[in-house]
């Protein structure tokens, strides 16, 4: 009676740790998202790195789907939590909450990583406007989000031209074409001047130089078509082919 006490204060702080280093994983793989990961809020120099952090988000998914995996083989054989602690004396139930007292820190580590993540998500605005290659210039746009404003329609005079909207057209394609590649910091964009403007469509072309999973610099051609939306304030790509 007393082995069988003994393993079930066993199996239950297995389970308790067991939970919270699965927690405490996910929030790892959310700070590595967070600050590594996003080419637009912190950038990796060298691609080396970036690998490395890559393989380490990978590591620690496998680690999450292992503790799954352990933890539904201990419940068909052991059964729920609930009835083993129902078999628990009162002197079992203090020796079990010293033995997890112990591993509280795995807690408090991920509440304070939780923590951080928030305080990090929170602070990052929601869209940013860098610069905007063309023929390897620059075009510096100092204001954070710009607003597309519509005159009013008696204002508008059947001669005035419309608001050439290219430039922003660039930095959509831009910033889709950063998500699409497989090292985000590496990618450089070059505009070319032939573009297509029909109505609120406008089609971009021009090179993107990027590394692949070799790390080796590899250039492509692209067509991009952006929708900008003045009325309301909004844009977004609508097709994006990189050959």
């Not at 129902?86 to 408090?108: G, R, V």
């Not at 109505?199 to 072309?205: L, M, R, V």
Request: aromatic share 10%; hydrophobic share 40%; glycine share 2%.
């Amino acid at each position: 009676m007393e082995n069988e006490q003994n393993k079930s204060i066993t199996i239950l702080s297995k389970r308790t740790e067991r939970k919270h280093l699965s927690i405490l994983a996910f929030v790892l793989i959310g700070i590595i998202n967070a600050f590594a990961l996003e080419s637009e809020y912190f950038d990796i120099i060298h691609p080396f790195a970036y690998n490395l952090l890559m393989l380490l988000t990978c590591s620690l998914l496998i680690a999450i789907i292992i503790f799954w995996i352990k933890g539904i083989i201990d419940y068909i054989h052991n059964g729920s939590s609930k009835i083993l602690k129902k078999n628990l004396t009162n002197e079992d139930k203090i020796l079990f909450n010293d033995i997890k007292s112990k591993k509280q820190w795995i807690k408090y580590l991920w509440i304070i990583l939780f923590i951080i993540l928030a305080v990090k998500t929170n602070s990052n605005p929601n869209t940013d406007i860098p610069n905007v290659e063309n023929n390897s210039q620059t075009k510096t746009v100092e204001t954070p989000k710009p607003v597309l404003s519509k005159p009013k329609k008696e204002e508008v005079k059947q001669s005035q031209p419309k608001e050439d909207l290219t430039w922003f057209a660039q930095y959509a394609c831009q910033q889709e074409i950063k998500a699409r590649a497989i090292y985000p910091p590496s990618v450089k964009v070059n505009f070319r001047r032939d573009n297509y403007i029909k109505g609120n469509s406008y089609t971009i072309y021009g090179t993107v130089d990027s590394q692949n999973a070799f790390g080796a610099m590899v250039r492509q051609n692209f067509a991009c078509e952006a929708i900008i939306d003045e009325a309301n304030d909004k844009y977004w790509v609508n097709d994006l082919n990189i050959e």
